[in-house]
């Protein structure tokens, strides 16, 4: 049975927080001691980035991780939505009312977390705070989880290179920031090392502070079509929900989608075009979920950089696709480039 508690209502007015604190009698200051007893009772709380839940990328492989504590560890799981056009005072309250429940540890899923994380974590410093995709903010409670997205990425470059007849290929990033310049530095970089000659399109969906280049798939279809009408025939997309629309235009046009952060060749709500997803970078955002709700559960909790490489399949390429395993010269390359990363020979760049 299904026991995770969906906390839909995103923007969570202060009158609510006020309520909560009353109720509890307890203000934050003295919240931040009373979570240390509640997760011996084993409850945990993700905050979900823009997209939220059923995304079939990012924000879903968070909840796979959460699924996986409560079927494995018996712990009591929270998710809470975000909402259009927030701020950072609204990821304060949602964060706030998450660790005043009694979660812990309470995970921000994205970087977007980060200014909220540096100010909540301090008001309750026996609550562990781990927040995704970002190493800027630091602290004794706080665990930073984060990946090579480069080297996944890499191993896509090869694989779209070895695979287009064109030899024009497509990167689509959702928000033009640090973090999505890593997936594009990296699928360029193997791109080209193993086809020179190839041509790499790129375009980014929209500018910060707009991020709605990783929520609204329409975008992101608009920008796949362009790009398949320039020649490409595998697109490679790192834009969240956005994403889809890619994967969309691509599988309509009887051309290679590349999928990001989950294997959304086995996402059932993109089951429609599972057969033109050639591949898909993994990020290990599951295990990274599970693994910081364990180590609490644990009484060794989880603080600090805790990164995820290629060397511990923190980061990969998906081969669920049959028809991917079946080119066997594109799957070679993709090992071979796998091993020299892990080796050393090969350093992947984490920006254009």
């Known amino acids: 049975m299904r026991r995770i508690t969906r906390i839909t209502t995103v923007g969570i007015a202060s009158a609510a927080l006020a309520l909560t604190a009353t109720a509890c009698g307890k203000s934050s200051s003295d919240a931040g001691s009373s979570p240390s007893s509640s997760s011996k009772a084993g409850k945990a709380a993700i905050a979900y980035d823009i997209g939220g839940r059923g995304d079939q990328s990012f924000n879903d492989a968070a909840y796979a991780g959460l699924k996986k504590a409560e079927d494995e560890l018996g712990v009591k799981g929270a998710e809470a939505e975000p909402s259009a056009g927030e701020g950072d005072a609204d990821k304060v309250q949602r964060l706030t009312s998450l660790a005043r429940a009694g979660n812990n540890p309470v995970i921000g899923v994205g970087f977007a977390y980060a200014p909220a994380i540096e100010k909540v974590a301090k008001q309750f410093p026996k609550t562990t705070f781990g927040i995704i995709d970002d190493t800027s903010v630091t602290g004794a409670n706080i665990a930073n989880l984060v990946f090579n997205e480069e080297q996944g990425s890499y191993l896509a470059g090869v694989a779209a290179a070895k695979a287009s007849k064109t030899g024009t290929v497509g990167f689509i990033g959702g928000v033009e920031v640090p973090l999505i310049k890593k ?49 490409a025939d595998v697109i490679y997309a790192a834009a969240g929900l956005a994403g889809s629309g890619s994967i969309e235009a691509a599988a309509n046009a009887g051309k290679w989608a590349i999928g990001v952060d989950s294997d959304q060749y086995n996402q059932a709500g993109l089951a429609k075009y599972k057969d033109r997803i050639l591949t ?32 511990t399949d923190g980061v990969g390429l998906a081969d669920s696709n049959p028809a991917y395993t079946k080119m066997t010269d594109v799957t070679a390359a993709v090992e071979k480039a796998k091993k020299d990363i892990v080796d050393g020979k090969i350093t992947v760049k984490t920006a254009p």
């Open 280 to 311: 898909s970078v993994t990020k290990d955002v599951s295990d990274s979920v599970f693994n910081l709700v364990k180590s609490v559960k644990d009484g060794k909790p989880e603080s600090g950089e805790v990164r995820y490489g290629l060397a």
């Open 183 to 231: 997936f594009e530095a990296g699928f360029a970089q193997g791109v080209k090392d193993t086809n020179p000659k190839a041509k790499v399109l790129t375009q980014y969906l929209t500018q910060p502070p707009n991020f709605d280049g990783f929520a609204k798939p329409d975008l992101g279809k608009a920008a796949a079509q362009g790009q398949l009408d320039k020649g």
